[in-house]
């Protein structure tokens, strides 16, 4: 009987080794979300920092069962991350954004993204081209050393998400990840400007041409997502009046913005961007048109299935870690590895400095309303905060020193040395911020927060919620996206805007929003039934 | 400008015809979800049949696109389907599955899954030899025919789905699709049993030892599974009272289904049996330990992942079925391809009323419950609902005749006339199903019902929901599951017992059930709120 079972095994339709892979993997995720949610209370330790040491302890168990010859049981696949991982993250960041922040700090948020990146960029790949020549190293290209500055500068978003809290810190958490979206953006931008650079032909033009295709993808990214969301919003609207399917317009709503990554990785624009903004628009729009149900599943959805992809990373790179070819390879002394190591830790500190705090002092001098400043102590942790570096870091270094065959002894110790980075970055910085965030800033408001279930899209279909932001939003000249405050309230605003001329774009923007954008689109209030139904504030109320 | 945006193409960290591949069928997707939430009013078309053709289309398009040579963008996988594809499927199906009537109808479903599968196994194979034979092939082995005759043996639960409704039909529903998940398994098991059968060394204990290999197996995957889905309710009653998250907890649910269908498939199990019962632990145990949105928010997004899978596998059969290289491969005649699918297609026929009639009809004499006998139209329905060809027997029609590289002229039209008989029977019995059963049996109950809306588990937290089922559960010893009914019911449903000896192994579950399995793994009652909140209530009319 039992030999009969033995032989079916052979004529199964795929793969064991796959299946074994998967089965670990998921079993360690199991485990990760079971630790996790035991260490929630602890200060130190977070989901990111487990799953990386489970990673690396499940690495050398693997090493331990293939007797020191293999800890490999996935080879790092940048397939996997940029097509099926990444997305999902990057799209929930934008759809639980608090939009109204995000949007306040934008211009704070562009010029850490963009400039500093660029500034960043500069500083490390200089760097590294004068001190890994002082540590002995020959055989890199300026090619490589380009590769490198923008490799270390690529913050990790995923990471800080864990770290700092929504509703605790909105105004650096707003900051923080805004900056990391708009950085992973702007530093595979420029990875991928520098890998095809033809260093032979350099002329002043150079330097504008890649400003030149910044812009241009920069723009047209955005533009792609928001032109998906809206276009998601639209079908969603005209067709599912009256009758509502929660699982047609999840689905919808999934692949839509799933279709927006891919087709700007078609276009060879930036995926990144696009699904953000995508993200961004459909909170915005589609999500007031669908139905209840479809509200709390979309929410929670989308959260679980980050929340599964960031897992799943950092398990990854504590694993890979241990892949024993890898240092075999590369037949440097460790104190090569620890030379090199430093100096490239040394640069990212250096090069965040070398931007936040400068680029800062001058946005402070630029702005009026002392309010928005932001104090040294808050650049600090911006800084810190963002000192992190993960998956963009370990997908982009494997692409560029290991790809093309000729993997010489120098091009993997490279590899090595930035997983070194990406993981002593995480779990040090991972680690400490929040105690430190606590110890600059103080308690947080909320005694106790849970950070997976409080609501982050801006429940402000409910008056009761609305009362909080209310002192906020009249000092923005009531510019706020509170429409259930009522005409007396807005035309306060409407006199408060010309004290505070920085709340002028939002004001239009709200004017514009209200008489063509949803009219056409939905959006909050364009829904056939009531949206502050007591149902969505019990199911608030309800979950703590 | 636009010269750098293009060079960056080149160094983009993944293949672009993977890209293009998915951007393609995503979009498809959509618009499958687009046609079919048009196409629902309609009594013949359904999302199925308008999945494949659009995939039959654009496997045309791409034909003309590539000038005749390759209408491929995905060749079938199977890995691909039984992997990722087919599990949330039937997990979903476990988990929305009517419990109550799932178990009352459990010895029509097992007889018509197991026994049933056997007949129809015998009669296909032996069809397929006499017939194929007259028709003129000849490099067929005994192996391949007995294979045949498991490929035609599996009915399409999938397609049964999209036709019948649980809400409508639910006696027919149950029978058909609870036998379509049992059928499915028996055809996978006895598909692998007839690949690495060697006939040369043919015995009478080749017989009993399939027999005992499948009995094994039946009862390890179903265990597997009820065990993991138990394990499940433990972990996240233990671990998350008082304090839930909903991410946790639908990532806990989702990823701990995967695992039991990966470890059955590990063990040289039946993934697919496993999975179904996980579900169905889950939805009884799990789903009620869980916060009030993480239960919305798993019903409708097990759900959504399922209804992807489907579409999914239409489109790619669809498109699968204009493959112009397995078409060239094959030399044979027009002829040829017709008499065999022919022949295939009334084998099925044959086959299927072969033991859906006697094996009613024993069953109707052992009933002694004159409402419980299935009368001769339901039958009738029964017989042809199950005529339905799908996934699954592409799949395994691949792994038989396409694998070990000699792929002859007659292996390859096999695999040709499988996928006709599977677009011949899914367009012709998927169309005429639906007008059929109401002209049979008249109009449905309900007038209007949005299949994917109306709470498919059972709501019976709330009362008037409850009074609706009342008469049917008190005929049945009132061992329905509602406890809200009150004490005395109860007892009147023990004297009932007496009379009605059917629903004695319902009432000692019941008992079992609330005395030893609930206080361990929770379930219904034993989470820490009230369950009959007025916030699932609200949820439920404000769908509609």
Chains 1, 2 share one sequence.
């Not at 978003?157 to 605790?168: F, G, Y």
């Not at 024993?324 to 620890?338: C, F, H, P, V």
């Amino acid at each position: 009987m039992f030999g009969v079972a033995k032989k079916l095994h052979e004529s199964t339709p795929f793969d064991t080794s796959t299946v074994i892979s998967i089965t670990v993997f998921i079993s360690l995720i199991c485990l990760c979300i079971i630790i996790g949610h035991l260490l929630e209370k602890n200060r130190w330790a977070n989901e990111s920092i487990a799953s990386l040491l489970l990673g690396i302890v499940s690495g050398g168990v693997v090493l331990l069962i293939h007797k020191g010859q293999n800890s490999r049981i996935l080879v790092f696949n940048e397939e996997l991350f940029f097509i099926y991982l990444l997305p999902p993250i990057i799209f929930n960041a934008g759809f639980q954004v608090k939009k109204k922040q995000f949007f306040k700090n934008f211009s704070t948020i562009l010029s850490f993204g963009v400039l500093g990146t660029l500034i960043s960029f500069c500083l490390v790949s200089s760097g590294v081209l004068f001190l890994l020549k002082k540590i002995g190293l020959t055989q890199l290209s300026t090619n490589d050393y380009l590769a490198l500055g923008a490799i270390l500068s690529a913050t990790d978003s995923v990471c800080t998400l864990q770290v700092l809290n929504q509703d605790d810190t909105p105004l650096l958490y707003s900051i923080v990840f805004g900056e990391g979206v708009v950085n992973d953006a702007t530093s595979i931008v420029l990875f991928n400007a520098v890998q095809s650079l033809d260093l032979s032909n350099l002329s002043s033009m150079t330097a504008l041409a890649l400003l030149g295709t910044f812009l241009y993808l920069f723009v047209t990214s955005t533009l792609l997502g928001v032109f998906v969301g809206l276009l998601s919003a639209f079908i969603i609207k005209k067709l599912y009046i009256g009758r509502h399917s929660t699982d047609r317009e999840i689905a919808l709503m999934m692949l839509m913005a799933y279709l927006s990554y891919m087709i700007a990785e078609l276009m060879d624009l930036s995926g990144i961007l696009t699904v953000f903004f995508c993200g961004v628009v459909m909170s915005h729009y589609t999500w007031h048109n669908v139905s209840e149900s479809s509200r709390i599943t979309a929410k929670h959805a989308f959260a679980t299935m980050s929340f599964i992809s960031e897992t799943f990373i950092f398990l990854y790179v504590g694993m890979d870690t241990l892949d024993i070819d890898k240092w075999k390879e590369s037949s440097s002394s460790a104190g090569t590895y620890l030379a090199v190591s430093s100096a490239m830790l040394a640069l990212v500190l250096i090069g965040r400095a070398a931007f936040i705090f400068p680029l800062a002092s001058i946005l402070n001098y630029m702005k009026r309303d002392s309010d928005k400043k932001i104090d040294l102590s808050t650049q600090f942790i911006v800084w810190w905060a963002g000192l992190m570096r993960g998956a963009v870091t370990v997908a982009l270094s494997y692409n560029a020193f290991s790809g093309s065959g000729e993997v010489s002894n120098e091009r993997s110790l490279m590899i090595s040395c930035t997983i070194i980075v990406v993981l002593f970055s995480t779990l040090l910085f991972g680690t400490v911020t929040k105690p430190l965030i606590r110890a600059i800033l103080g308690a947080p408001r909320h005694a106790v927060s849970y950070a997976s279930d409080i609501p982050s899209l801006e429940y402000l279909d409910f008056p009761f919620l609305e009362i909080q932001d209310n002192q906020e939003a009249n000092v923005n000249g009531g510019e706020g996206e509170g429409e259930g405050e009522g005409e007396p309230q807005r035309r306060r605003g409407f006199s408060l805007l010309m004290k505070y001329p920085t709340g002028a774009v939002h004001h239009i923007w709200r004017k514009f929003d209200d008489k063509f954008m949803r009219p056409v689109f939905g959006g909050r209030g364009f829904v056939p039934y009531e949206p502050a139904s007591p149902t969505g504030a019990a199911e608030t109320t309800h979950e703590h």
